[in-house]
């Protein structure tokens, strides 16, 4: 028995070493046109059959015939979908404010108006202040455009400060030449009242003129993706659609880049007052921004 196993494994040996020199000599039939790996084969085969074996069309590379090879993209130069962007992120009020009122009621040329060169900002019931709020978003905000490829510029670099004034919040965006500027706010009114709204600028004869259509689009994006992201209600007491057009916020009318102010929900409403103070319902509400800016700034 174990004669004729050895006598087998030689007749065998012999059979595949004639196998693997006739797969040297002709690559057309042992080789891989179908897409295999040339690097499993562990015999060599002559240059003349590894050229052979390169594909002649773009059926097997993704490249047209004729292309060169070094057009065809690879996996880790994938192109980001906000790369080559600049978002302004203006977290609105700080959380110092409120200790410098004389700092904070200067007053400041809106050019429709002199206005507080900036407020103190709302509060829930128990609390939880709106710049609290506002700077938590606005750093998940932050984090996510970044993880799109997009350049990131803040308003304001805490919520241990005071301001900056609305004018210089316009600047910001203005200097960095952003492609899309967004203000995080939540309202104060009454409880009963619920839902979130948008501000879009107005025509001034002012600086903001040529993008407030551009603010227009960017508003209705951003509307979109926070009712589809969030589920809270478009607001009962503001504007229409959840759109409101404004023109004495200086944040706005100085810009001269398209800008929008989002007001995410009444922070007087128990039910949206609740759902602020939750960091997953925050959470939300950024991925919703995110995902409206990055429809505005791809379409």
């Known amino acids: 028995m174990a004669d004729d196993v050895w006598g087998a494994m030689i007749v065998t040996g012999r059979a595949l070493a004639a196998a693997l020199v006739l797969c040297g000599?002709?690559?057309a039939s042992c080789g891989t046109t179908g897409g295999a790996d040339p690097g499993r084969d562990r015999v060599p085969a002559p240059a003349a059959a590894a050229t052979?074996?390169?594909?002649?069309?773009?059926?097997?590379?993704?490249?047209?015939p004729g292309a060169a090879s070094e057009s065809a993209p690879t996996p880790t130069a994938a192109r980001k979908p906000l790369s080559g962007k600049i978002v302004v992120i203006d977290p609105g009020h700080n959380g110092q404010n409120y200790r410098h009122s004389a700092e904070i009621n200067k007053q400041v040329d809106v050019l429709t108006q002199r206005k507080a060169c900036d407020t103190t900002g709302t509060a829930t019931a128990n609390g939880y202040s709106e710049a609290a709020f506002t700077w938590d978003v606005s750093q998940r905000l932050d984090?996510?455009?970044?993880s799109r490829g997009a350049k990131v510029v803040l308003t304001?670099?805490?919520?241990n400060g005071v301001g900056p004034c609305i004018t210089q919040?316009?600047?910001?965006?203005?200097k960095a030449k952003a492609n899309a500027a967004i203000s995080v706010?939540?309202?104060?009114?009454?409880p009963a009242n619920h839902g979130f709204h948008v501000i879009i600028p107005k025509k001034i004869g002012g600086p903001v003129d040529p993008v407030v259509k551009d603010s227009e689009e960017l508003g209705i994006d951003v509307r979109n993706a926070l009712k589809r992201g969030t589920?809270?209600?478009y607001s009962t007491y503001i504007g229409k659609?959840?759109?409101?057009?404004?023109?004495?916020?200086?944040?706005?009318?100085?810009?001269?880049?398209?800008?929008?102010?989002?007001?995410?929900?009444?922070?007087?409403n128990p039910t949206e007052a609740a759902k602020f103070q939750q960091a997953a319902f925050r959470q939300r509400i950024a991925l919703s921004l995110a995902n409206g800016l990055q429809q505005y700034l791809t379409h």
């Not at 706010?185 to 009454?190: I, K």
């Not at 057009?245 to 922070?267: A, H, Q, W």
């Open 25 to 27: 000599l002709g690559a």
């Open 52 to 64: 052979a074996a390169q594909p002649t069309t773009g059926e097997a590379t993704g490249v047209a």
């Open 143 to 146: 984090k996510i455009l970044k």
């Open 156 to 159: 304001r670099r805490d919520n």
């Open 169 to 174: 919040r316009a600047a910001i965006g203005n």
């Open 185 to 190: 706010h939540a309202d104060g009114a009454s």
């Open 231 to 233: 589920g809270l209600s």
């Open 241 to 268: 659609a959840a759109l409101d057009y404004r023109n004495d916020l200086g944040g706005l009318n100085l810009s001269t880049v398209p800008k929008i102010f989002v007001e995410c929900g009444n922070m007087k």
